[in-house]
């Protein structure tokens, strides 16, 4: 079994920041990508940034968040980390942090619970 815990949600003025985190654990052999979907209240679930785990570092992000978020990863702590700066309004939704792990001899994908950003002043 394979468990993703989120944290740094929470509430910012219109132009702040926030650090997002994502930790993997359990029966994992590997990591492929982790990445971060978003989802407002009344939209669809949206990819907004991932990163690979693999020797590269390859990054992707949705370009209504280019030059504002960056995704880091830390491996060895199996961690992604989504640093969002000059946060707007349309921002606000939650945030699910998303890993491909090779687990039990199988590729699958693992679901974080979600957490809670809201913009506004």
């Known amino acids: 079994q394979v468990q993703l815990v989120e944290s740094g949600g929470g509430s910012v003025q219109p132009g702040g920041s926030l650090r997002l985190s994502c930790t993997a654990s359990g029966n994992i052999f590997s990591i492929n990508y982790m990445g971060w979907f978003r989802q407002p209240k009344y939209g669809p679930r949206e990819l907004v940034a991932w990163i690979t785990f693999g020797v590269r570092d390859n990054r992707n992000y949705t370009d209504a968040v280019k030059g504002r978020f960056t995704i880091s990863r830390d491996n060895a702590k199996r961690t992604v980390h989504l640093q969002m700066n000059s946060l707007k309004p349309e921002d606000t939704a939650a945030y699910y942090c998303?890993?491909?792990?090779?687990?039990?001899?199988?590729?699958?994908?693992?679901w974080g619970q979600g957490t809670r950003v809201t913009v506004s002043s």
């Open positions: 998303k890993a491909a792990v090779y687990s039990a001899g199988a590729e699958r994908d693992y």
